[in-house]
């Protein structure tokens, strides 16, 4: 029985037993503590997409939740990085569980662009599987959903390829490329974790094109805008622009020497677009069926016109308790 599977039979006795939500899993180790301090309320905005469908609906966009659960079926390194993630991300599960009650109180699909979980490990991905069953989701992969240890190599094809298998039994829908079609319009997830977007996702796009469905399309890191490009590079001072179709023109310019440390040099040379990424984008702009892009990864909230029919709204973190609802009408 896979993971997904076994946490549906048994969501309603072992987790509730032996993982309770908020918590790391019972282990004869100490838990790592979770001290949040007083809870608040998620802080929401709400944002309206023209798409032209007969039926309108809502939905709740969010992004970058960090998970950072670990217990002893984890080696000693992760029940530190754990430890020590926790910090960044103390509210993390409260305004997970905040959305979770918000979206099924008001009907509403979840829509999440990506590192859901800080990292790989076995209890955040029972934690998330579990959640997936207590509401209606539809996802795309951020680069954290296939980190081992948050930061330790440069991370592409085959780095994802380590965890991807055991990654992809938890989660709901295809983690590379997914469509999900609600009233008329054609939702279509990406990932692009990695600021790259394959040839085969291309391929998978132009198939959705030609169902002649509006389409919003859902990444974890944004697409270039010049303005946006124009904060981010200002933000860590020229090494990169933390987007994906950055041109080249650009990236040619980030700064290889910043801060001195493999980890970022790694950033800035994963974040040089290429061939068939660029290919994919300026394709992309041409598509009077692109309604709008959804992203997260930033941390931030952003809004800027990606395409003649087309606005990309990027959600800040939730970890920190923010949230958008999205009017598709």
């Known amino acids: 029985m896979d993971r997904r599977n076994f946490i549906k039979a048994s969501i309603g006795a072992a987790i509730a037993a032996q993982m309770p939500l908020g918590s790391v899993a019972q282990t004869e180790k100490p838990q790592i503590a979770r001290k949040v301090g007083a809870m608040n309320k998620l802080s929401l ?3 309206r997409i023209a798409t032209g469908i007969d039926k309108p609906f809502s939905a709740l966009h969010l992004s970058d939740s960090h998970l950072t659960f670990a217990d002893t079926r984890d080696d000693e390194r992760k029940w530190k990085l754990a430890a020590g993630r926790q910090r960044s991300f103390l509210r993390a599960e409260h305004y997970l569980n905040e959305a979770i009650t918000f979206a099924n109180r008001h009907e509403m699909p979840i829509l999440h662009t990506g590192d859901l979980i800080d990292f790989v490990s076995e209890a955040n991905l029972d934690m998330v599987a579990a959640h997936f069953q207590q509401a209606d989701w539809f996802v795309a992969a951020g680069n954290h959903e296939y980190s081992q240890y948050v930061g330790e190599a440069l991370e592409d094809a085959a780095y994802r390829a380590a965890s991807f298998d055991k990654v992809q039994a938890a989660y709901p829908n295809d983690l590379t490329c997914a469509s999900r079609v609600i009233n008329g319009l054609n939702l279509v997830s990406l990932d692009n974790g ?4 394959t040839e085969q996702q291309h391929q998978f796009v132009m198939e959705q094109v030609k169902k002649g469905l509006p389409i919003v399309l859902m990444v974890h890191v944004p697409f270039y805008t010049p303005q946006q490009c124009a904060l981010g590079l200002k933000q860590t001072k020229g ?4 987007l994906a179709g950055v041109p080249l023109e650009i990236t040619s310019k980030y700064d290889p020497n910043f801060k001195g440390t493999e980890q970022w040099r790694n950033r800035g040379v994963q974040q040089r677009a290429t061939s068939a990424t660029l290919n994919f984008v300026a394709w992309l702009k041409e598509q009077p069926l692109l309604k709008g892009i959804l992203a997260g990864h930033c941390h931030y909230y952003f809004q800027e016109q990606f395409s003649p029919t087309c606005v990309q709204y990027t959600v800040a973190a939730g970890y920190t ?6 009017q598709f009408c």
């Open 194 to 197: 990695y600021y790259q977007v």
């Open 239 to 242: 090494l990169c622009a933390y």
């Open 321 to 326: 308790g923010q949230a958008q609802v999205v």
């Open 45 to 47: 905005r709400s944002v």
